[in-house]
Nanobody, 125 residues
Framework: QVQLVESGGGLVQAGGSLRVSCAAS????????MAWFRQVPGKEREFVAT????????NYADSVKGRFTISSDNAKNTVYLQMNSLKPEDTAVYYC??????????????????WGQGTQVTVSS
């Protein structure tokens, strides 16, 4: 079992930056691919970014490419999402997700077995 706890959400003005973190515990973090998804009320949870277990591969949704960066620190069992040039449409609850994997990245919600409780990110215009 893997436990995921997100932190770092908050309120930021459009054009600003924010970093959210996801601390993992319970299993060997370096064996897990990690991802960030986001969800607004009334809509499906959507993929944002993913990183492979080794950190060598990443993938991003088109809507965040060039603005968001996912990274991981295996020594701290933590994955980060650095969000720059934020837009009001980035407002959502951001969820961290994990699945066991040694080399691949995954972008579908159904690919992930473990989820955090979410952290709210609000971007004001």
């Amino acid at each position: 079992q893997v436990q995921l706890v997100e932190s770092g959400g908050g309120l930021v003005q459009a054009g600003g930056s924010l970093r959210v973190s996801c601390a993992a515990s319970g299993r060997t973090f370096s064996n897990y691919a990690m991802a960030w998804f986001r969800q607004v009320p009334g809509k499906e949870r959507e993929f944002v970014a993913t990183i492979s277990a080794s950190g060598s591969r990443t993938n991003y949704a088109d809507s965040v490419k060039g603005r968001f960066t996912i990274s991981s620190d295996n020594a701290k069992n933590t994955v980060y999402l650095q969000m720059n040039s934020l837009k009001p449409e980035d407002t959502a609850v951001y969820y961290c997700a994990a699945r066991i994997s040694l080399g691949y990245v995954y972008t579908a919600r159904s690919d992930y077995a473990y989820w955090g409780q979410g952290t709210q990110v609000t971007v004001s215009s």
